[in-house]
């Protein structure tokens, strides 16, 4: 809790950082009208660290679905550059005729010591024997962990759909990441800072998982790969009426402007692995895709069957 | 006046300013009681011959115009004697969901209810408990693909319109990192590489029993499609299983294009 309010102690400095950065003058209205869709701040997270019981669960009415318990998570810092390399939250102007964007732009994390852990107790719960007056039938499948997630550059824009016929959030979104393990731990989590525990003797793990842009003989490349566009290849977020008047969640990722080309990612992963002290270790080596282009997908999320 | 433009921003694209995308109507509350939760996630728990089966299913339709290039997925030595193959469990040069040649039904994949599970032993042992490997697949697929593979290991069946099957059951060994060139006693009618053109699904519905796996052990899936065949054995390492109403267009024509309109799509999204 103490390293929560100093994350917000951080926070709250930057916030003021920004305005003693120069004398401040008063600005005829005139002049003031050009700074429109300029407006935004920085913040940056120090010694950030949540821990505790929260619990998250995605599922049913009946109490089934995929549950994470007692999730932790924290962010170890970049000290040098806390105030040069923050998160910055921005509201830009677009041109004639297009609405203003949101944008959400993370540190580039250029040292890459700005590193993500996540860890949590997964549980998956069947519902279906519930309606017959059945047992919710639950499953400790162990622990989840994310270790040293370092992210590049990351932009999320944000904008009111442009057509007006089709209402919803549009998105623009660029990532390149690096995640040094996705491990499950099906006897618990243990230590959560190393990749290889001593103290989990059982462990499947997805090691040195890195996505970007691909490079021109598709590889994963230093730049962040643009999923999603606002300009030339926006991703809808909005609800849809089905036949039979329901409403479904909906995901749509545009296809490309005409002319042009989906941008290509690429994933790697360095190492998949299965360490156990009873069935054995077995190694599989490395895994890539090459080029991932995606020129049009969508997502109609429907209820439960 | 920033600030008020971002949150108008924000009203507008929540729908809380201007019209509804749709008639809105009320709901009474338990009506609106019932649309809780009703989620895309669906948990389903089996144990079978000594696994426990954990699968984790979004209940979802997609449609997916998408290109996969350069795919090494299991980079690893076999144990000497099994053969090396191409260096990798599964070796696809090119994999198109869509083609762009043949109008606009063509251009996207149907694909339905993706799923991931996890496979355990012991599982209810906290001691004991192991973890097998898992499995990604979709429920149905159905749409025009294109494929130009160097080795997969997996359970293959790609019929062609002679009647011709390739089948990766023929394999003499195992299907583990199979090209389509071996096949017994018989002879392929036609290589991994010189698939091109793919049909999944027919006039009968969806292909229904793709999925990948990743395991340290063989392990018995169940269906996850009632009414279809279950699936073979699924063998340690990267393993890709797909029999299901799969035909070759033309075996050894070059992959179809799958490019993006040059005309704006008429449907709306979601349409």
């Known amino acids: 809790?103490?390293?929560?309010?100093?994350?917000?102690?951080?926070?709250?400095?930057?916030?003021?950082?920004?305005?003693?950065?120069?004398?401040?003058?008063?600005?005829p209205d005139q002049e003031l009208a050009h700074v429109h869709g300029r407006d935004g701040f920085a913040f940056n997270l120090r010694g950030f660290s949540l821990d505790g019981s929260l619990s998250l669960r995605l599922g049913d009415s009946l109490g089934g679905g995929l549950s994470l318990g007692n999730i932790s998570l924290s962010r170890s810092d970049d000290l040098g550059n806390t105030f040069?390399?923050?998160?910055?939250?921005?509201?830009?102007?677009?041109?004639?005729?297009?609405?203003?964007?949101?944008?959400?732009?993370?540190?580039?994390?250029?040292?890459?010591?700005?590193?993500?852990?996540?860890?949590?107790?997964?549980s998956l719960i069947d519902s279906s024997a519930v309606a017959a007056g059945g047992q919710l039938n639950r499953f400790q499948a162990g622990a989840l962990l994310l270790q040293d997630l370092r992210s590049y550059g990351m932009r999320l824009d944000l904008a009111p759909n442009p057509d007006p016929e089709t209402q919803g959030i549009a998105f623009g979104l660029s990532l390149r990441l690096d995640l040094g393990a996705l491990t499950l731990r099906p006897r618990g989590r243990d230590n959560i800072s190393l990749l290889d525990s001593p103290g989990a003797p059982e462990q499947f793990s997805l090691k040195g998982l890195h996505l970007a842009a691909a490079t021109a003989d598709m590889q994963v490349g230093s730049q962040a790969w643009s999923l999603a566009n606002l300009d030339s290849q926006p991703l809808l977020l909005n609800t849809v009426a089905n036949a039979d008047g329901s409403a479904s969640l909906h995901l749509n990722l545009a296809w490309p402007t005409a002319g042009q080309q989906a941008p290509t990612g690429s994933l790697s992963v360095d190492n998949i692995a299965f360490k156990s002290d009873v069935g054995g270790n077995l190694d599989l080596g490395s895994s890539r895709i090459g080029g991932l282009q995606i020129q049009y997908l969508d997502i109609k999320l429907k209820a439960g069957r | 006046m920033g600030a008020l433009r971002l949150a108008t921003s924000f009203l507008l694209g929540c729908g809380l300013v201007a019209k509804s995308w749709a008639q809105g109507v009320?709901?009474?509350?338990?009506?609106l009681a019932r649309v809780w939760g009703q989620a895309m996630v669906e948990v389903s728990n089996t144990s079978v011959n000594g696994y426990d089966f954990s699968r984790i299913t979004l209940n979802a339709d997609l449609s997916l115009s998408a290109n996969f290039s350069k795919i090494r997925l299991g980079e690893y030595p076999l144990a000497t004697g099994l053969?090396?193959?191409?260096?990798?469990?599964?070796d696809i040069a090119r994999l198109q969901f869509g083609r762009s040649d043949l109008?606009?039904?063509?251009?996207?994949?149907?694909?339905?209810?993706?799923?991931?599970?996890?496979?355990?032993?012991?599982?209810?042992?906290?001691?004991?408990?192991?973890?097998?490997?898992?499995?990604?697949?979709?429920?149905?697929?159905q749409g025009s693909l294109g494929l130009s593979a160097q080795s997969i290991s997996g359970s293959l069946a790609i019929s062609?319109?002679?009647?011709?099957?390739?089948?990766?059951?023929?394999?003499p060994a195992g299907g583990k990192r199979w090209d389509g060139t071996a096949c017994g006693p018989s002879a392929c009618p036609f290589s991994l590489a010189a698939v091109g053109a793919l049909q999944a699904g027919d006039a009968n519905g969806p292909s229904r029993d793709f999925f990948l796996s990743i395991l340290k052990a063989p392990v018995q899936f169940p269906t996850a499609v009632a009414g279809a065949t279950a699936p073979d054995l699924a063998q340690a390492g990267l393993w890709?299983?797909?029999?299901?109403?799969l035909l070759a267009i033309n075996p050894g024509s070059a992959l179809p294009p799958n490019l993006p309109p040059t005309l704006?799509?008429?449907?709306k999204p979601g349409g």
């Open chain 2, 264 to 267: 704006p799509p008429l449907l």
């Open chain 2, 160 to 171: 062609d319109t002679q009647g011709h099957v390739l089948d990766s059951r023929l394999d």
């Open chain 2, 240 to 245: 890709l299983n797909w029999r299901d109403r």
């Open chain 2, 83 to 90: 053969g090396n193959g191409s260096g990798a469990d599964i």
């Open chain 1, 1 to 27: 809790m103490r390293r929560f309010l100093h994350a917000l102690l951080m926070l709250a400095a930057l916030l003021g950082c920004g305005g003693s950065m120069a004398a401040l003058q008063g600005l």
């Open chain 2, 103 to 141: 109008g606009d039904g063509a251009r996207t994949v149907a694909l339905s209810n993706p799923y991931l599970e996890l496979v355990y032993r012991n599982g209810s042992d906290t001691s004991q408990r192991e973890v097998i490997g898992m499995r990604l697949g979709f429920e149905g697929i």
């Open chain 2, 26 to 31: 009320p709901l009474p509350d338990a009506q």
């Open chain 1, 84 to 122: 040069a390399d923050p998160y910055q939250l921005t509201l830009l102007q677009r041109s004639e005729g297009q609405t203003d964007r949101v944008s959400l732009s993370g540190p580039l994390n250029s040292l890459g010591l700005l590193r993500w852990q996540f860890a949590a107790d997964l």
